[in-house]
Nanobody, 127 residues
Framework: QVQVVESGGGLVQPGGSLKLSCAAS????????IGWFRQAPGKEREGVSC????????YYADSVKGRFTISRDNAKYLVYLQMNNLKPLDTAVYYC????????????????????WGQGTQVTVSS
């Protein structure tokens, strides 16, 4: 069955780094754009980044631009989110999701079109 599973979260000090992974199974990853979202307690789910399948173009939220990098390895069925210079405001549960409407994603907070979601991985940035 179709699944996306996140891993790599944890506790890190401000200024530190983490690399999240999204493992895809049950579908051809190279046909789909993948997005990363996050949700902090009491806040709306926020679009963090996405990567298209057709040409690998990427989108980043302004809050993470220059600090986060999304990438994909279709052969390994993995999508990564490298997070550097982490800040306490980055604390959230991070989710990856498959975008079903097109092979190119446009980013933003709209979750419409994302049809399969992982269970999330907790990222906590604290000293």
């Amino acid at each position: 069955q179709v699944q996306v599973v996140e891993s790599g979260g944890g506790l890190v000090q401000p200024g530190g780094s983490l690399k999240l992974s999204c493992a895809a199974s049950g579908f051809r990853l190279n046909y789909y754009a993948i997005g990363w979202f996050r949700q902090a307690p009491g806040k709306e789910r926020e679009g963090v980044s996405c990567i298209s399948s057709v040409d690998g173009t990427t989108y980043y939220a302004d809050s993470v631009k220059g600090r986060f990098t999304i990438s994909r390895d279709n052969a390994k069925y993995l999508v990564y989110l490298q997070m550097n210079n982490l800040k306490p405001l980055d604390t959230a549960v991070y989710y990856c999701a498959r975008y079903a409407l097109a092979r190119r994603c446009s980013g933003g907070n709209d979750t419409n079109g994302y049809d399969y979601w992982g269970q999330g991985t907790q990222v906590t940035v604290s000293s």
